[in-house]
């Protein structure tokens, strides 16, 4: 069975300071794991992805994640935020066994950026 | 390109009446997907499909059903809407999965908030 744990529901953080969002998986299958990002009232965008060539992944808008098989990990960073960077983010295990795409999301972390 | 449109964006609606939810893709998308999103429960998947033709169960299809008749249309129908299926209801798409493989990047629609009352 495939699992997605999201550490906190909620993150707050002073514009120009790091965000860590924290993200625990588990998978019967060797995953993709990816993050999206969902704004008010908006779709769902895809952040970044990792797919086993890299353990380090750069996605869009600054962010990047490591994943970390040891610890069943995949926390989502970034350097310095931004008031733009405040949303949603969803922490999504992809397997494929029975010849579909399965997602499996993470309950979400609201990032909220304060001035 | 539009990507995914989805119709209506909102709808209030009676308990007990039929609704279809629209759904299309201009990406020549093999395969597509309805999920609901419900306040700390993160998405759930409701029913996909892999090609035109076929269709098949998600995670919480009871209450719902689809049909694919062609490759850009997916369209999700309640047929006798209850309040538990109050939800914002997003739709997806992807190329088809290759057997073995997970790491196709999902796209999703704006979504369709129902109020069922």
């Known amino acids: 069975a495939q699992s997605v744990t999201q550490l906190d529901s909620h993150v707050s953080v002073s514009e120009g300071t790091p965000v860590l969002l924290r993200c625990n998986y588990s998978s019967s299958y060797s995953p993709s794991l990816f993050w999206y990002v969902q704004h008010p009232n908006k779709g769902l965008q895809l952040l970044l992805k990792y797919t086993s060539a890299a353990t380090l992944v750069k996605g869009i808008n600054g962010f990047e994640a490591e994943f970390k098989k040891s610890e069943t990990s995949f926390h989502l960073t970034k350097p310095s935020a931004h008031m733009s960077d405040a949303a949603e983010y969803f922490c999504v295990v992809s397997v494929s066994p029975a010849g579909f795409q399965k997602l499996v999301f993470g309950t979400g972390t609201r990032l909220l950026v304060s001035p | 390109t539009a990507g995914i449109t989805q119709a209506p964006t909102s709808q209030i609606l009676a308990a007990g009446r039929s609704m279809t939810l629209r759904c299309t893709q201009d990406m020549r998308h093999n395969a597509m997907y309805w999920y609901r999103q419900d306040l700390g429960l993160g998405l759930r998947l409701i029913h996909y499909s892999n090609t035109a033709g076929t269709t098949g169960k998600g995670e919480v299809p009871d209450g719902y059903s689809v049909s694919r008749a062609n490759t850009d249309d997916f369209p999700l129908t309640l047929a006798s809407a209850v309040p538990s299926q109050t939800s914002v209801y997003f739709c997806?798409?992807?190329?088809?999965?290759?057997?073995?493989?997970?790491?196709?990047?999902?796209?999703f629609g704006p979504g369709t908030r129902l109020t069922v009352l």
């Open positions: 997806a798409s992807s190329d088809a999965p290759i057997a073995g493989s997970s790491y196709n990047e999902q796209f």
